[in-house]
């Protein structure tokens, strides 16, 4: 039937369904050219963050060398990446963490994912860090073929948990040789003892343990007299700091 015996309700239906068809094959235009960008767009953020990571990112081939290099290796090593793409991971590690790193690279090439782990990494100036390493196993899921990680420069954290489990063991050591007893209680309605002094033990015959574990062991040892006076002043700083 050609268009001019056709009725004006038949035309617009036509037309309506021409709309239809048009905006599917758009659509399915616009889906197609979707799938084509989103994997490139989506390797140009993996790249963007990779480039600009603090920490070192790196894949490793299954000989042992080095495949892969962030810029963040430069600033916490000072070599060139190019330097070491290609060369045995083994020559930026202290001699006495390589059998670790060896045995945990082996272990990832076998398809396990190592727990984290500390080595000591040498620099270009001879400084060594310390960096925090997470290996993950790379392949098709049936044959591992290298493996990727990221390393963290720990050096300076490291470093300040070492003074201050120093300074710690130099404060027990004062507070246990002093001729008083010193203790840490918690603020609250009963008061716990956190922390008691060994001194504890000749002055009133109860060890700290018995001490922190007893929570009636000090209002029992106040003399009678003394206990009402000295249970409203503990309430009354406990309520006030």
Request: proline fraction near 7%; glycine fraction near 6%.
């Amino acid at each position: 039937m050609s268009d001019k015996h056709k009725t004006k309700p038949q035309l617009l239906s036509e037309l309506a369904e021409l709309r239809r068809r048009v905006a599917e094959l758009e659509a399915a235009q616009a889906a197609r050219r979707q799938m084509d960008e989103t994997p490139r767009q989506s390797e140009e953020r993996h790249r963007a963050l990779v480039e600009t990571a603090r920490d070192v990112i790196f894949t490793i081939a299954a000989d042992g060398t080095l495949a892969s290099l962030n810029p963040a290796f430069e600033a916490v090593t000072g070599w060139p990446r190019a330097d070491w793409l290609g060369q045995p991971f083994a020559g930026l590690l202290h001699p006495e963490d390589f059998p670790l790193a060896r045995e945990l690279f082996e272990r990832a090439m076998r398809g396990e994912t190592p727990p984290p782990f500390a080595l000591r990494i040498r620099t270009r100036t001879g400084v060594e860090r310390l960096g925090e390493f997470v290996l993950t196993p790379q392949g098709d899921g049936a044959k591992t073929t290298g493996e990727s990680g990221i390393a963290r420069e720990i050096t300076e954290r490291r470093r300040a948990e070492g003074a201050s489990r120093d300074a710690e063991a130099k404060y027990r050591v004062l507070v246990e040789r002093i001729p008083g007893v010193v203790y840490l209680d918690a603020i609250g309605e009963s008061s716990p003892t956190l922390y008691m002094s060994p001194q504890v033990s000749a002055m009133v015959g109860y060890s700290p343990d018995e001490w922190i574990s007893d929570l009636d062991v000090w209002p029992k040892l106040i003399h009678p007299d003394d206990r009402e006076r000295v249970l409203a002043e503990n309430a009354r700083t406990n309520a006030t700091g």
